[in-house]
């Protein structure tokens, strides 16, 4: 089969991922899979029509893309497996072995670091990849699952750009499902690695929760500081009727990488979506979120928590769809703009005309640290029912100048004490995470990059 | 101890101390009263080091050095601490590490070993015994969610742990019930000694029942009206500010 033609009026950049894509058309995972090869190259012939968004489309208004399609990524990745060299990043639970873990170094797998032991009957996380395999020869992944339901459907490529490229491309990444009535106790980790070298990665993550299944899911992201590298990562999400799924995000990328992310959720009556993306690292971040609620009942909390220092740029898009009555979402964001950061805030609630008794709740709170620094916020609320109960608010303020001169009055240095008062000001979105040994986990490595944080041993006693 | 020669400063070029002279003698607790609006809490931010206040002239001396070229933290490690007329809340920013964290930035400043958690919980919970101040209190924001009292005795908790040479109590009593009122005025007392001034800011005789002040003085536009013993205080309550103009203008 031949790859469709690129147009004439796209970039050089973006007519490579349609090259890439005809390349390793054939060795892609699923090339025997009809509806996942279709999908890819629905995905393909999307991206060839439209290229890369411009500030033009409104839902890219804030953030500027132009530099990745201006970078020629190594698109193809064929180096021979035995040649790559261990990966020494962080492995992220390593102050625990028995953590529950994928580990994904460089789009694929390590067994080695990895550990599934003790996963409940029936709950199975796999790699893309196999999971991918196990339905290419016929065989079923689990009964009552059926990956061509799920995958590339609830995250569909016309989407977006990105979300098209990452269906084209996608090699890596895991596929969870938990039947119905499942818990997972314990939290599971998928911790995505990467080596040095311009590559781009496309990782894709589904989560499936069957009725009443409930789990909590950590995605990590790390890599090197000084690698200029592309992720550009899909997670679907699919929670069956009363299921309820505890997602954490940590985007904790090298500081010169490029980071966009979306992430797609069908929520069924009665399920919870709980979710919390730390957005901490890459120079360029982009979090582009989509919520249905399909059911009374559904509720989502969104918090988020951005941090655009130095030259970095964060943009947090979030749109939820209340199409039920009885749905409840809440987005709850802060941001900290520093250096020449920029922030970006933007999400929308859209309550239906049948979505009576919805509630849905905006807030977006900002830290401007300086005076080159951007915050761009945007709470919106779209509102056709008339039995709701609906807010939104943001505010962008500085270090408030009284606290400062308290603590410094005590003896605590300026330095410490901005450092104390912007760890004042993230607390909250930490501690919104419930279980202790996560909160502590994501706390002490959120400080870990927050500006002017010494952490000087005390800070790090932070959260308990 | 602490020196104040012809202090002039100005606030959004308004002059507010105008020409203020105070000399407070080691050991010695001086009451400052004053009406509303006369200078005190702009007195008191001076001295602690606070921003947005041009000094125009005179100086401050602690112990024969300047005080006013210095930063606020700088001044805390001399021996100033500033108990606030509105104490501030921080929230986000634990109480305890927030004590912890400053107890050990004057003990690294003045040359002493920095408490564990341990000693300072020790320390910690002998002082919440003098002021009655709940256990729980600690583990909240500076300050989030206290009530009037409790942050004025909380200010009172923190004069306690770390023992300054010079304290500026900034209208401790306002707002107290007579029982935090001798919690405070046992706070204060307990460090009187040769080593250790005060200056207490005041509307009311009555915290002065408590804490007997050396000297009383009486600020009034931007500079000490007048100047006495206990008496003073005791006139004030029953003349009021105009009665003593008069007195003052008649004698
Ligand atoms: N930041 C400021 N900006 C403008 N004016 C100020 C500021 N701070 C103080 N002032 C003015 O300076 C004067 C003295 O205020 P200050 O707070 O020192 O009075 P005070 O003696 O403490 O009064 P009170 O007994 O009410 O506490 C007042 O007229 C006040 O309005
Ligand atoms: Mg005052």
């Not at chain 1, 999307?46 to 489309?57: A, H």
Request: aromatic letters at 6%.
């Amino acid at each position: 089969m031949s790859a469709p033609t690129p147009t004439d009026t796209l970039s050089a950049g973006a007519k490579a991922y349609i090259e890439a894509f005809a390349e390793r058309e054939d060795e892609l995972p699923g090339r025997g899979l009809k509806w996942l090869h279709d999908a890819r190259r629905e995905a393909i012939d999307f991206f060839s029509r439209t290229g890369f968004p411009t500030q033009r489309n409104e839902r890219w208004k804030y953030t500027n893309v132009a530099p990745i399609e201006k970078r020629s990524f190594d698109l193809n990745r064929k180096v021979p497996l035995p040649s790559r060299t261990p990966l020494s990043g962080d492995l992220w639970t390593e102050g625990d072995r028995q953590a529950l873990r994928l580990v994904i170094d460089d789009g694929i797998v390590n067994p080695a670091l990895s550990n599934l032991d003790g996963l409940p009957q029936g709950l199975f996380v796999k790699g893309l990849a196999e999971a991918i395999d196990v339905e290419s020869v016929g065989l079923t992944l689990a009964p009552g699952f059926a990956l061509e339901s799920k995958l590339t459907r609830i995250a569909p490529a016309r989407n977006d750009a990105f979300c098209a490229l990452n269906t084209a491309l996608m090699d890596s990444g895991a596929v969870i499902f938990a039947p119905p009535g499942t818990v997972l106790e314990r939290p599971l980790h998928l911790i995505f690695r990467v080596g040095s070298g311009e590559k781009a990665l496309f990782p894709r993550i589904l989560i499936a929760a069957g009725a009443g299944a409930r789990m909590t899911v950590i995605e990590h992201f790390s890599g090197p500081a000084d690698a200029d590298y592309l992720e550009n990562a899909v997670t679907e999400i699919d929670l069956a009727e009363d299921a309820a799924l505890r997602y954490i995000k940590m985007q904790r990328s090298g500081s010169k990488s490029w980071h966009l992310a979306t992430l797609r959720a069908r929520i069924e009556a009665r399920a919870e979506f709980r979710s919390s993306v730390l957005s901490l690292g890459a120079r360029l971040c982009r979090h582009d979120i989509d919520i249905e609620l399909q059911g009374e009942e559904a509720r989502c909390s969104l918090d988020g928590l951005y941090l655009a220092d130095g030259r970095r740029h964060t943009d947090f898009r979030a749109n939820i769809e209340h199409t039920f009555a009885h749905c409840k979402s809440d987005v709850y964001c802060k941001g900290i703009a520093a250096g020449r950061g920029r922030g970006v805030f933007n999400a929308r609630a859209h309550v239906h005309p049948d979505a009576q008794k919805s509630e849905a709740h905006q807030t977006n709170r900002n830290l401007l640290l300086s005076r080159d620094a951007e915050i761009d916020t945007k709470p919106q609320l779209e509102i056709h029912a008339d039995d709701v109960k609906c807010s939104h608010g943001a505010t962008v303020g500085q270090l408030d100048d009284q606290a400062l001169f308290y603590l410094r009055s005590r003896g605590i240095d300026l330095e410490s004490a901005r450092a104390m008062l912007t760890l004042g000001f993230i607390r909250d979105i930490v501690e919104r995470i419930e279980d202790p040994d996560l909160r502590r986990m994501i706390g002490k490595a959120t400080l870990a990059h927050l500006p002017g944080m010494g952490l000087d041993g005390e800070l790090s006693e932070a959260f308990t | 101890m602490l020196k104040i020669t012809d202090l002039r400063a100005n606030v959004d070029d308004k002059e507010i101390l105008k020409g203020l002279n105070l000399h407070v003698p080691p050991g010695e607790v001086h009451a400052i009263m004053g009406p509303n609006g006369s200078g005190k809490s702009t007195l008191a931010h001076i001295l602690a080091g606070r921003e947005g206040y041009e000094v125009t002239k005179g100086e401050v001396l602690l112990e024969g050095e300047s005080l006013l070229d210095l930063a606020p933290e700088e001044r805390a490690y001399r021996g100033v601490f500033l108990a606030f007329q509105y104490p501030v809340e921080i929230p986000g920013v634990n109480n305890t590490y927030f004590l912890k964290a400053a107890v050990n930035a004057l003990r690294r400043h003045q040359g002493q070993p920095e408490l564990d958690a341990i000693d300072f919980l020790g320390l910690v919970r002998e002082k919440l015994e003098i002021l009655h101040l709940d256990e729980s209190l600690l583990k909240r924001g500076v300050n989030v969610g206290f009530s009037g009292g409790e942050k004025k005795r909380n200010e009172i908790f923190q004069l306690a742990l770390m023992e300054p040479k010079v304290a500026i109590l900034d209208e401790t009593d306002s707002g107290l019930d007579i029982d935090a009122l001798k919690d405070v005025a046992k706070g204060v007392n307990a460090l009187r000694g040769p080593e250790f001034s005060a200056i207490v800011v005041t509307h009311y005789q009555r915290l002065l029942d408590h804490i007997a002040p050396d000297r009383v003085h009486i600020l009034s536009e931007g500079h000490i009206f007048r100047s006495g013993g206990i008496e003073l205080a005791h006139e004030l309550e029953a003349k009021g500010y105009e009665g003593l103009v008069r007195t003052e203008a008649g004698s």
